[in-house]
Antibody
Framework: QVQLQESGPGLVKPSETLSLTCTVSGGSIGSYFWNWIRQPPGKGLEWLGYISYSGSTNYNPSLKSRVTISVDTSNNQFSLKLSSVTAADTAVYYC???????????WGQGTLVTVSS | SYVLTQPPSVSVAPGKTARITCGGNNIGSKSVHWYQQKPGQAPVLVIYDDSDRPLGIPERFSGSNSGNTATLTISRVEAGDEADYYCQVWDSSSDHVVFGGGTKLTVL
């Protein structure tokens, strides 16, 4: 059974870069799309972008200039970098597999990242 | 960009049927997925590809999709079904993932 786990700092200063890693266990990172999705406190889900097993990426246009997703197949991990953060980037960040047919499943448990000085 | 519209809230009495809609332009031509999210937890896939249930999801959960509206139906609603529900599609014109704004289901 595939499981995903997010890791990274829980506190980031304004204007700095938020960096998170998602570790995939119980299966290979190959042959799927791997997503980052976030949820500000009390709000809905926002898709940030995905990376495919081959390394191609696609990002939410509203964040495109600030988001970078990369994959490390040797360690079964993929990562998120979000630059120039502000308080509006405070959210629970989820990593998750899929997106097209079959839906998005599974999801990581999520990690809260707070942007504050 | 493609937009999905959900009602902010739906209320239903225990034992009754809840229907949560997801509107989008010609959404019937897309595969729609539904997620349940309880407070403090990650979303869980409850319906995929319009009407299929993942293993472990009760048969009380069903889905349909036609025209400009997809619907998640929860029969014989229980107190434990109280949660936020999100619809999602893949927008093939942009290869983007799109979520609806979410619907809070309240069990009276």
């Amino acid at each position: 059974q595939v499981q995903l786990q997010e890791s990274g700092p829980g506190l980031v200063k304004p204007s700095e870069t938020l960096s998170l890693t998602c570790t995939v266990s119980g299966g290979s990172i190959g042959s799927y799309f791997w997503n980052w999705i976030r949820q500000p406190p009390g709000k809905g889900l926002e898709w940030l972008g995905y990376i495919s097993y081959s390394g191609s990426t696609n990002y939410n246009p509203s964040l495109k200039s600030r988001v970078t997703i990369s994959v490390d197949t040797s360690n079964n991990q993929f990562s998120l970098k979000l630059s120039s953060v502000t308080a509006a980037d405070t959210a629970v960040y989820y990593c998750a597999r899929g997106g097209g047919r079959g839906g998005i499943d599974p999801w990581g448990q999520g990690t809260l990242v707070t942007v504050s000085s | 960009s493609y937009v999905l519209t959900q009602p902010p809230s739906v209320s239903v009495a225990p034992g009754k049927t809840a229907r949560i809609t997801c509107g989008g332009n010609n959404i019937g031509s897309k595969s729609v997925h539904w997620y349940q999210q309880k407070p403090g937890q990650a979303p869980v896939l409850v319906i995929y590809d319009d009407s299929d249930r993942p293993l472990g999801i009760p048969e009380r959960f069903s889905g349909s999709n036609s025209g400009n509206t997809a619907t998640l139906t929860i029969s014989r609603v229980e107190a434990g079904d109280e949660a936020d529900y999100y619809c999602q599609v893949w927008d093939s014109s942009s290869d983007h993932v799109v979520f609806g704004g979410g619907t809070k289901l309240t069990v009276l």
